[in-house]
């Protein structure tokens, strides 16, 4: 077994998961889901390789990664709550279909 | 050589000058006058060929470059003049025939609207022809070769309201034009295989074309005179151009077109000689357009075309002439046929003149119309009796020689002797019958009629007159010619003679038989056979194959230019643009706003362009 | 220890697969933080304790919890799990599985080093030193970053 | 700065005709404009030989990123077009003076000559193709605002067919310089560059193919003529004069300094297919002439015809060929120029130009009738006026690569023959057709004449004396012959 071999695919497999999810999910919260799927996939390849070369700008990449995904979940839950006018229905991806502005 | 004298330049610089005088200021100021410039520049023309035959009698010949034409790496032309025995001799026939035909013109375009525009159309006809005949290389002469077809072009379709002679007019000089083709190719190629066009360079060195390169280029240049010079295949334009006024026909037929061709084969003689059994390849075609014109011609009645046969009969003699005996006969032939043949054709066109009003002003007329004209014009009949014996060959007239050297020349071979003597008979037969039936005979055309046939006035008679006696007297030419082109004429042996002066007197016999004197009736024989003269008409069905041939293209530009342009190229592109918006039309059905689908779409394109890179690098 | 690198990593895959698959979205949700305290393991595994932590603080726990939040505000809608995609689903799927073959055709599977690599205590500390030495300006961007997000979820007529 | 003036004056002036306080000032800015750009373009003619070498009169900036850099040069064939182009800017101004055309139109001929001036002039791919592209746009404009009838739809397919063209022809440009980057290292888009180091590899084919389309379609080439037709019967007469006589020029000079340049070994490999669809060119398109019932569709079709000669005599690479086909731009420019002003006169009056809608004008318009015979037998290539020399030589060319497709090009004589004269016949000698009864068919007028008297001029000049032309070609002409 080669520790880099499961890095890998670990991380390829989450972040095409997350993908399905963008793709193939009505629901937006879901959506949201596979986007921090696919943020994860990518810190674990940044971690693994900080760690490996003993870098530290690395895991401190990871880590401001981190906290802009937060930031970015945040936001996206906000606007998701904010269009929703339905009130009997969940957000879908449907639902935002028209450009006005 | 010696360089060029005074006389060689006035050769071109009158007939351009005249030209352009006359273009840019008698025709807007005085229409009537253009005739004067026109006839002082064909005086001109005439006295400095005069002058140069007699130089080259003495043994002078000149030649000389007047500027670069060409210039692009293996390509070089120079226009440049070359008068040698040959160029001068042919050129002073022409001059002097041009001439005449010339002052003729003057009165029998008198009373025509356009007399100042024919005389511009004619005088070019008669610069290209002597430009033609001074040019001293291949690609010069083909320039005035293409002028000749242009300026016949303007002239046979010069009563432009006449359908017919728009018709003829262009298939003159399309037919032309096939012949051309064969011409410049042949121009073409003698660039690529020696470099040079100059005839000094080409002839002077007779190691520069191997025979079989001879072989193809001469063929290529007789297909071009195949045209010019009305030969078996590309004859069919000539019979059909005497569409235009009389004068032009005669100039056509006797001194600037139809020689053209002929002269090209005497100029290229060398080279014809050094190709493998081209020479009696020609003289065989020669030989079959000779009787074959004088079959069409027995068999015609319109007096115009009966003498354009003629002269397809007398080309193919010509022609047989270059390819049995070398350049003596042909060229010799050529000059006397000049005059015959100008005078028989002016002497149509007086006969015309004269049935003016009978004819209700139609341009040519028919055996039939006329008939017993001798008493009304006398110097017309004189004219035309002169030309007809000069034509048939009657010794001791102009005729009777130069058929005497082409036969001489033709007598190696059987059949070419055969079909000689059968030209021989067949001339006297055709122009017996024509000068009968038009002079002779009774006056057809009084009958219903209230108007007289008239002598045509003398500006118009005298010219013929002395055409024809040029004609006649022709045979003095011989010696000096032959002298002048540096050969012993091969004279006929007394078998040749005999033969063809019999041949020549049954002509006359037949013809007398053959035509039935009572007036307006058509001869016995004629009506019994339909299916014969209607072959005839038709040329034995080569006319309507060769229009058919040009309707055939014709049909062929109606598909592509109408069909396929119209229903395949058109559609093609326009709809292949329409392709677009209907695309975009089932696409945008697609796109239906959902977010997944554009994230969809922006992934695979992400993944596409991702794998794509990967691959090329 | 490569054995449990190898534990955590499948186990994450196979929550995410899970996640994908559910019907509810709370089932989705706890699948989720199956997979993010899967990877919290994973950073753990590899010495990097901190990143570890942090994971499980700031995402299997604050954004787990705003997620659970967000799934609350709004009804259930059990009965739609997929889209109403304008294309084929195979060729929705195809799209996904393009994207894991790509990655992993990309990386140098079995690589460089078959032993797991352990980060060093000075590592994270050098970190520390980073983060609050030459990067401080980044540390502060994000921190504002964050406010701002904090300031988005503040209702309009509050 | 010599060269600059060529193409800046026109395009200066041009804002400024639009912006002119009336249509009078207008159009006497632009004729300033485009006789003073003609006087100037002749005057280089002395500077040009004061120097040596091929390209002369250089002029350029600094270098910029990735080998972009302002470059003007010109040589023998360029500086030849150049006063093709100022001629016949001038002559179309001159000929389309008493219309009452707008500002814009005045101005549109004026950016027309500019961008066409900066293609003959810029030796960098980039500006090169910058102006190639520009030179659509005002004729879309000349052709979709002031066109007859069917306009819009010529506009439109006009600037599509030649902007997928363009569009090709830029694959392949920057194809070229990628080629010549994997060949030597160094990022350029000098022509002078590109072209003394020959393209190969394995994608060679491709961009040599993606250039010959780009330019084929402007050309144009058999079977991509399809947006010519349309174009030149719908553009107005001034129009039609500068998309046949200087625009089509484009493609052939297009040939002449890139592709067989930079291609030389696939230019002779390429010989057979690209001089077979020469000769199909010439063969096809005097053929559609003949069927023509449209004056100006007809000339149109005899554009693609003539341009035939022009192939042919290019991939022949023989100096006489080259040398044949360079003429020909200049004669076809000429002619078929003139043919169209002569059309544009006959429909301004009539608003006829269907060869059935008239007859019998040689009797009513002696003048028409001679110059239109005149221009025609240029066309048509009889000896002695300009179009023979070009056609000879090409033809010439053609024969020392393939005598068999010399044989079958010949043919185009005969075909030429069987369209000009006819159409020439049908509306001069032929019954007097509906239009041409109208009162309103009179002779030429002063002007009309002044302009055909102009073009008559090197119509005879070149003819008789093509020898200064020939020698101005010749060194580009010999150093493309020879790689």
Redesign the interface.
Known sequence: MNAELVAWAAASALFSIGTAFLLLRRQLVAMVVGIELMVNAANILIVFHAVRRADPQGLAVALLALAAAAAEVVVGFALILSMRNDENEAPESSHLRELSG | MSPLPAAALVLLAAPLAALAFGFFVTHRVRPRTTHLPILASCAAVAAASLALLGGALGGASWSGRLFTWISAAGVQVHFGLLLDPLSVSVLSMVAVVGFLIHIYAVGYMRHDAAFSRFFLYFHLFFFAMVGLLTSDNYLQLYLFWEGVGLASFLLIGFWQHKPTARAAAWKAFLTNRVGDVGFLLAILLLFRWTGTVAFADLFSNPSLLSSQKAFIVGFLLFWGACAKSAQFPLYVWLPDAMEGPTPVSALMHAATMVTAGVFLLARSYPLLERAPGLLPFIALVGAFTAVWGAVGAFFRKDIKRILAYSTVSHLGLMTLGRGGGGVFPAVFHLIVHGFFKAALFLCAGNVIHGLHDSLGGAPTATVDDAGGLRASMPMTFAAFTLGAVSLAGVPPFGGFWSKEFVLAGAFGTPALAALGLLTALGSSLYIGRMLFLTFLGRRSWQKGHAAHAHEAPPVMWVPVLLLSLGGALAGFLAAPLARLLGVEPHHASHTVTALSIASMAAGFGLAWAAADLAPGGEPAWRSRHPALLEAVESDFGWQPFCDRAAGAVAGAARFLGDIVEGSIWDPGTEDAAAAFPALSEVLGRRARGILNDYALLMTAGAAGLAILVSLCF | M??A??LC??L??LF??A??IQKT?YG??MC?MG??LE?AA??VL???D??GF??VL??AG??MV??V???L?????IA????????P?PA??L??????A???????????????????AH??R??A???FGP?AL??EA??L??L???L??VREDA | MLLTGLWALPMLTAPLVWAAPSRRAARLLALAASSAVLLYSIWLWGPFSAEEGLLRLHESGAPGAYGLRYHLAVDGVSLSLCWLTAFLSLVSIVATWSDERPNAYWAAFLALEAALMGVFLMQNLFWFYVFWDAALIPMFFIIGLWGSGNRRRAAFKFILYTFVGGLTLLLGLVGLVALHHQATGAWTWEIPELTRATASGPWAPYVFLAIAAGFAVKVPVFPLHNWLPDAHTEAPAAGSVMLAGAMLKMGVYGLMRILVPAFPALSAAALPWAAGLGVASILYGALCAMAQKDLKRLIAFTSVSHMGFCIVGIFSLTPEGLSGAALQMINHGLSTGGLFLLVGFLYERAHARGLDDFGGLAQSAPWFAFFFAFVMLSSIGLPGLNGFVGEALSLYGLLRASPPLAAAASLGAVLAAAYGLPSFQRVFWAPPGPASRSPLVRDLTFREQAVLWTLAVPIVGLGLFPKPLLDLVAPAVQSLAQR
Request: charged content about 5%.
């Open positions: 490569l054995t690198f190898a990593g499948g994450a895959v995410a697969a996640a994908l979205l989705s949700a989720l997979v993010l990877v994973l950073f590899v010495g990097a901190l990143m942090i994971q700031v995402y604050a954004v705003l997620i939040i967000a799934i505000s709004a009804p259930p809608n739609q799990r997929w889209t109403a995609s304008a294309f689903k929705a799927w799209v996904p599985l393009a994207v894991f790509g990655l992993a055709s990309a990386g140098r599977m079995g690589g460089l080093e078959a032993a797991l690599p352990q980060a060093g590592l994270q050098e970190m030193g980073l983060l990067w980044a540390v994000v921190g970053l964050v701002i997000a904090s988005a979820v």
